[in-house]
């Protein structure tokens, strides 16, 4: 496991929080298979079916947010979207790189080092105050 959904932090409108725990759930699933794939227990396919799963994942979750956004004119929606975008470039990258070397500490690395803080702070800071401005609309 690499994040605990206890632990992740809640937002205002239970729409993302829902998002939030899919993409945590998507996310652990990767990291314990590429855990097995160091140890020989998972196969190249299992590791680059779950990192499609888990781009996937955050491609939806990024567009969801992105589409209230846009449709309740938020005040700092160029600024999140900027962020959702430099990520998911990250993360693009990331998969390239594992077609290429199929190396499973870089993903390990990336995700432990790089996501995880991303997410955290992202989620206390611009998801916070996004669906702060939301819930005002759509509660
Ligand atoms: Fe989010
Ligand atoms: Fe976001």
């Known amino acids: 496991m690499l994040i605990d959904k206890e632990k992740f932090p809640k937002v205002a409108l ?16 990767l990291y314990d298979t590429l855990k097995k794939y160091e140890k020989g227990e998972a196969s190249e396919d299992d ?16 567009k969801f947010e992105q589409g209230l956004m846009e449709e309740y004119n938020f005040f700092a929606y160029p ?6 975008d430099r990520v998911l470039m990250e993360i693009l990258e ?7 070397k199929k190396d499973a500490k870089l993903l390990i690395d990336y995700l432990e080092n790089h996501f995880v803080p991303w997410i955290i702070n992202h989620v206390q800071t611009m998801d ?3 669906a702060m401005y939301l819930s005002n609309f759509l509660k």
């Open 94 to 100: 990331l998969k390239k790189e594992w077609e290429r």
């Open 79 to 84: 600024m999140h979207r900027g962020e959702h």
């Open 14 to 29: 239970p729409e993302m929080n829902e998002i939030h725990d899919t993409e945590i759930d998507v996310l652990n699933n």
């Open 47 to 62: 590791v680059t079916k779950l990192l499609d799963e888990f781009i996937k994942d955050v491609r939806e979750h990024f």
């Open 128 to 130: 916070t105050v996004t």
